[in-house]
C-alpha cells in the first residue's frame, strides 16, 4: 500500500460518528447547536467537506455538508450509481454522501457489494469500515478494517478511525495505542491529537486531555472542533472564562459563552459529570 499522506489526512474526516459515552450523548443533545460541541466528537463522522475532484480518486469529490446540498448531491450520484453500479468511482462517491447525509445503512450496502467486487482494494475497504462504524456495527468494523492497511504500511487514518470504534466500545485504552500509533506517523496531526485527548477525558486523565488538545489547537491544521473539544475539557476543569475564549475564536461573544453556561449547567446538575471530573485513581 503506499501511503499518501493528503489523501489519507482527508480520509480521516470520513470516519464514524462517535458515541462516545452516554454522558457526551447528553451533552450533544444540550449543547447549543448540534455541532457546538459534540457533532464531530473525535474529528470524526463525515464532517468536512473534501475539495477537488479528481475521476481516479473519489475521495477528492467535494461533498456538500449543508443537508438541502447534501440531498440534492445523493440523488445526482443516485442516478448515476444506478447507470453504473459496479464502478468504483461512482460507488464510492455515493455511499460518501449517503454518509454525510446520515444514509449510513445504504452506504453500507453499496460499499458492501462493492468491497465483495474488490476485496484487495485497502481504499474501499477503509470506506467499508467506517460505513459500518457510523451503522453502529462496531466488531464488524474493526474486522474489516484490519484489513484495510498493512503492519508494514500502517494507514494513519485508519487508526485514528479504530482508535475512535475502541473509544465507542469503551476500550480507551486501546483507542490510546492506536492514537499513538497514528501519530507516530503523522506527528503532531491535530485531529489525532484532539482524538486523544478526548479518550484521555473519558478515563478521568483531564490534565493529560488538556495538554493533548492545546498542542493540537496550536496547529495551523486545527478546526473549529478541536477548539470546540478543547474547550469542554477546560470547562469540565472549571477553567470556564478559558472555555469561553477557545470558543470565540470560531463563534461570537454570546454563542461561545451560551455554549459554556450550557455545559456548566450539566456538570452542576449530573453526577455523571462530576465523576469524570474526578481524576483517575
Known amino acids: 500500500m503506499t501511503f499518501r499522506t493528503l489523501r489519507d489526512r482527508k480520509a480521516l474526516y470520513e470516519g464514524p460518528q462517535p458515541r462516545i459515552s452516554s454522558v457526551l450523548s447528553h451533552a450533544r443533545r444540550r449543547t447549543l447547536g448540534a455541532a457546538a460541541l459534540f457533532a464531530c466528537a473525535l474529528a470524526l463522522g463525515g464532517c468536512k467537506s473534501i475539495g477537488g475532484s479528481s475521476r481516479s480518486d473519489p475521495l477528492q469529490v467535494a461533498v456538500p455538508m449543508e443537508p438541502a446540498a447534501a440531498r440534492a448531491f ?149 478546526d473549529a472542533r478541536v477548539r470546540q473539544n478543547l474547550s469542554l475539557v477546560l470547562a469540565l476543569q472549571g477553567k470556564f472564562q478559558e472555555a469561553e475564549e477557545a470558543q470565540r475564536v470560531d463563534a461570537a461573544p454570546e454563542q461561545a459563552a451560551a455554549a459554556v453556561a450550557s455545559i456548566r449547567q450539566m456538570i452542576a446538575q449530573s453526577d455523571a459529570w462530576r465523576r469524570l471530573q474526578q481524576p483517575a485513581r
Open 74 to 222: 445523493v440523488e445526482e450520484w443516485g442516478r448515476n450509481y444506478d447507470s453504473a453500479p459496479n464502478d468504483r468511482y461512482v460507488a464510492m462517491t455515493y455511499a460518501r454522501g449517503l454518509r454525510v447525509a446520515q444514509r449510513h445503512h445504504e452506504a453500507t450496502a453499496v460499499l458492501q457489494k462493492l468491497a465483495a467486487q474488490n476485496p484487495k482494494d485497502m481504499d474501499v475497504l477503509a470506506a467499508y469500515g467506517k460505513a459500518l462504524a457510523d451503522a453502529g456495527r462496531h466488531q464488524e468494523a474493526m474486522a474489516v478494517l484490519q484489513g484495510a492497511h498493512t503492519a508494514e504500511r500502517p494507514n494513519w487514518s485508519v487508526l485514528s478511525t479504530q482508535g475512535s470504534i475502541a473509544d465507542q466500545m469503551g476500550e480507551h485504552e486501546a483507542a490510546q495505542n492506536y492514537y499513538i500509533s497514528a501519530l507516530k506517523i503523522v506527528p503532531g496531526e491535530p485531529s489525532v491529537l484532539s482524538n486523544l485527548g478526548l479518550s484521555y477525558a473519558l478515563t478521568k486523565k483531564l490534565p493529560q486531555a488538556e495538554q493533548m488538545l492545546r498542542q493540537a489547537a496550536q496547529s495551523p491544521r486545527a
